[in-house]
């Protein structure tokens, strides 16, 4: 039976992120023996979340009643701008107080295999590329719409990153001048204004200027509840401003659209990401205004997808990193 068993080569995928941990062991048919979801200790700094990964490491091999010797490799998706060539978090606005912090050794010296770091929304993109809707694809952009707004460049059949591993920081073009002061310090990047922070920013300031709205009704009254989940319900219902707001996040996706599309020429988008399950009342105004700002030769050309991983995508494309990494 062992021979069966691991006549199909494995790797770890852990996807890192600013609030939960998700392990999971995975073969390279993109199937997952087993995974362990938790939350990330992030006021523990850094040993305390390499402890948790460790942990929650040792649970997944137990429940696939696998050994770590069984594994070719370990895949670590994490947020912020990292180093993959040295394994370093650089910085991470969703991992505060990081600073060149050496997680890929530091986790490889506790679980004594190979380990390799990628971006988050990188390993999301060869998730997809390997196992979803990029299957096939040679040429396209993954976008995840979410709280912020990241995504992964592949050309030709690679995730495109960089001179230094840090490319594909697609939230922060700046789409407005004179916009929003962003995260990362600069004013109006695409995030600023088209992510999910942006759209529920723009209704909370709205609702302290006493606009006409149900929306902080459906958030209970409590502002500080006032989520772009809380604005799609408002906007469900009819509210006229909820569905304006929705309305104008997605002009703002399809201007920055727009610009990867000309830039890129890419065959497909993938768009994933929690706020991209608003569906047409979100993606309808965003291709419109991507389509009357790009050249038609380069509209006829692309195609657009939604990401079929979901919250899996992360943790499979860190597991394939691994694989690619090690062979
Ligand atoms: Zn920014």
Redesign the pocket.
């Known amino acids: 039976m062992c021979a069966v068993k691991n006549a199909v080569k494995l790797a770890l995928g852990v996807d890192l992120g600013g609030t939960k941990i998700l392990t999971a062991i995975v073969n390279v048919r993109g199937e997952t023996l087993s995974r362990d979801y938790r939350a990330t200790p992030v006021q523990e700094g850094p040993d305390g979340v390499v402890k948790a990964i460790v942990d929650s490491v040792d649970v997944v091999l137990r429940q696939a009643g696998i050994a770590i010797t069984d594994i070719e490799a370990v895949g670590i998706g994490a947020p912020g701008i990292s180093n993959p060539g040295t394994g370093t978090i650089i910085t991470s606005p969703n991992l505060p107080g990081w600073h060149d912090v050496p997680l890929r050794d530091m986790v490889a010296g506790k679980l004594d295999i190979k380990c390799f770091l990628v971006n988050d929304a990188n390993a999301a993109a060869l998730g997809e590329m390997s196992f979803g809707a990029g299957r096939g694809a040679r040429n396209f952009i993954y976008v995840t719409l979410s709280t912020g707004i990241g995504g992964g460049i592949v050309v030709d059949g690679r995730v495109y990153s960089g001179s230094t591993g840090i490319a594909g ?1 697609i ?2 073009m ?1 789409i407005d001048d004179d916009g929003p002061l ?6 109006g ?4 204004l088209a992510s999910g922070r942006a759209l529920e920013k723009e209704a909370r300031r709205y609702i302290e200027e006493g606009a006409n709205t149900t929306i902080l009704a459906c958030a209970g009254g409590e502002l500080e509840k006032v989520t772009a989940r809380v604005i799609q319900v408002a906007a469900e219902q009819g509210d006229d401003l909820a569905q304006k707001l929705i309305a104008r996040t997605g002009y703002y996706i399809g201007v920055g659209l727009a610009n990867l599309i000309n830039i890129f020429n890419p065959e497909l988008i993938i768009i994933g990401g929690g706020l991209s399950n608003m569906g047409d009342m979100l993606l309808k105004p965003a291709l419109k205004e991507a389509a009357g700002r790009v050249y038609k030769a380069s509209w006829q050309a692309v195609r657009f997808a939604r990401a079929e991983l979901g919250a899996d995508s992360g943790v499979l494309g860190a597991a394939v990193f691994a694989f690619r990494e090690e062979s």
């Open positions: 920081e939230g922060h700046t962003c995260n990362c310090g600069n004013k990047c695409w995030e600023a």
